[in-house]
């Protein structure tokens, strides 16, 4: 036993001489940092952490752990529900000193690091009133995000994140660094736009930008859950003709206690909807005209702001270091059963911070074929879910989980029998990923063995045949 702990000693002290960032084990200062995920639920410790400073790192990396049969995760927000960042007795690639974005501005494309959160990129394009389709949280990280598909309030716009990919830098399971596009080794390009983390290190994605902002309006408006089913109604209205520029997404919630809520609210049940138009100004107004009909908010907290701060507006709700457990699906349309349904599952949930949500999709996704990138799905509509958290000493965690799995089988007959592949959980089996790529899986697969046969790249919601 002692000879192998020299040698896995004498290996990473090798591991550490050929790169320039830092090699950490579970006894190394900064190593419970380097691990700390946002969702407190995750319990995974890999075996050494690495953050490399640039590709030539993540080479040396990769072809370590190749040699060990080691598997890989990569951390760039460490933000994904499933926690697939932490390759538990693996390798962690932490990302997070590789933030650099460089935009250019008369070609409308930005080259993001893979560190980088989608501040970062919404910062620097919005110096020059551009932007590409990415989340609704700032912290959450461009990699993930990306590579499992990426929506959020431009989507309907312009597309999920990965119809805007040009191209990136990635290293394959074989320690060989790679450009992928459309022109150039496009059958990776194509499995990494919706799967990428089964075949790669990503080290760098350069985007597609479009005139977005700097000033936007938008922002949460909110009714007491009491109006429940004339908001819903109302909604389901407004997402099926809203123009492109408009996106909304509803939530049932209890009020928080923040700041931008009224005391009054706080604790209690809301329908609320998060809103973002985009469009000439002009038409603002047109645009959110139906919201502002709907009369006597607990809240309006709609108004022009900036693009970046409707962006971070949501950080807040989702804070570091909670569990949490969602359970998601895709839906084609709203029908009354399911609207019934969503405002029966709040009105009977014990979860003090769970939420029911509605995300509008539709729009630009269906601009493209089905088979434009792994990620699938053009035929969404919305993704539709049950959404959970708590404190990590909450006695009823268990009953907590039960429930969220209990409301998700109620909403699942509803499902175009999908779901997005970042908000899957980790306890999801291969199915789900089977699932989530639909009439694409078999191809992904294929990809998948050609370019990692050994699967290393499976701290993932990883493709198996």
């Given amino acids: 036993m002692s000879r192998l702990l020299e040698s896995r000693e004498t290996a990473v002290e090798e591991l550490r001489a050929r790169l320039r960032g830092a090699v950490m084990t579970p006894h190394d200062a900064g190593f ?5 995920l946002w969702n407190g639920m995750i319990d995974a410790t890999p075996a050494l952490v690495v953050q490399p400073t640039g590709t030539a790192d993540v080479v040396e990396a990769v072809r370590f752990a190749r040699a060990r049969g080691l598997p890989v995760g990569v951390r ?40 980088c959160l989608l501040a970062d990129v919404d910062r620097e394009c919005q110096l020059h009133g551009l932007a ?30 990965v119809d805007n990919l040009l191209e990136v830098e990635v290293v394959t399971a074989d320690g060989v660094v790679r450009r992928a596009s459309r022109d150039e080794h496009a059958d990776l390009f194509w499995a990494l736009r919706g799967a990428g983390a089964n075949l790669g290190v990503v080290t760098s994605f350069t985007f597609r930008l479009h005139p ?23 909604y389901r209205a407004l997402t099926v003709t809203s123009p492109p ?45 139906p919201l502002r009909a709907l009369a006597d908010p607990a809240f309006d907290l709609l108004r022009e702001l900036p693009y970046t701060e409707l962006q971070s507006s949501l950080d807040g709700t989702e804070p570091k270091g909670l569990h949490y457990y969602w359970k998601t699906e895709y839906a084609a349309e709203l029908s009354d059963e399911l609207l019934e349904t ?10 003090p911070d769970a939420e029911l949500g509605i995300l509008q999709l539709g729009g630009a996704l269906r601009e493209h074929a089905d088979d434009d990138g792994a990620v ?44 997005y592949v970042n908000f899957q959980t980790a306890d999801e089996g291969p199915d789900r990923v089977r699932a989530a790529y639909g009439p694409n899986f078999d191809r992904l697969v294929e990809i998948k063995r050609a370019y990692d046969p050994d699967n290393l790249f499976r701290s993932n919601r990883n493709v198996v045949a």
């Fill in 32 to 36: 419970a940092a380097a691990t700390r």
């Fill in 76 to 115: 760039g927000g460490g933000h994904n529900i499933a926690g697939t960042a932490l390759a538990d007795g693996g390798v962690t690639l932490d990302m997070s000193r590789l933030r650099g974005v460089l935009v250019a501005s008369d070609a409308r494309t930005a080259t993001a690091q893979a560190g």
């Fill in 132 to 161: 590409t389709p990415l989340g609704f949280v700032s912290e959450v990280g461009v990699a993930g995000l990306t590579l499992g598909g990426g929506l959020g309030y431009l989507t309907r716009r312009f597309g999920w994140t």
């Fill in 212 to 234: 977005v902002g700097p000033l936007v309006h938008g922002g949460l408006i909110a009714w007491p859950f009491a109006r429940a089913q004339e908001i819903v109604r109302a």
């Fill in 245 to 289: 520029e408009l996106t909304a997404f509803l939530t049932m919630l209890r009020g928080p206690a923040a700041p931008f809520v009224p005391a009054r609210w706080h604790g209690e049940r809301l329908c609320a909807m998060t809103v973002c138009f985009s469009g000439d100004p002009g038409d603002a107004d047109e645009a959110l005209a």
């Fill in 342 to 351: 969503l405002r029966e599952l709040f009105t009977a949930c014990p979860i």
């Fill in 376 to 419: 699938g799905n053009r035929d969404a509509g919305y993704a539709i879910g049950a959404l959970g958290m708590w404190e990590p000493d909450d006695p009823a965690a268990d009953a907590h989980r039960r429930w969220i799995r209990a409301a998700w089988e109620r909403l699942r007959p509803f499902s175009t029998g999908a779901a």
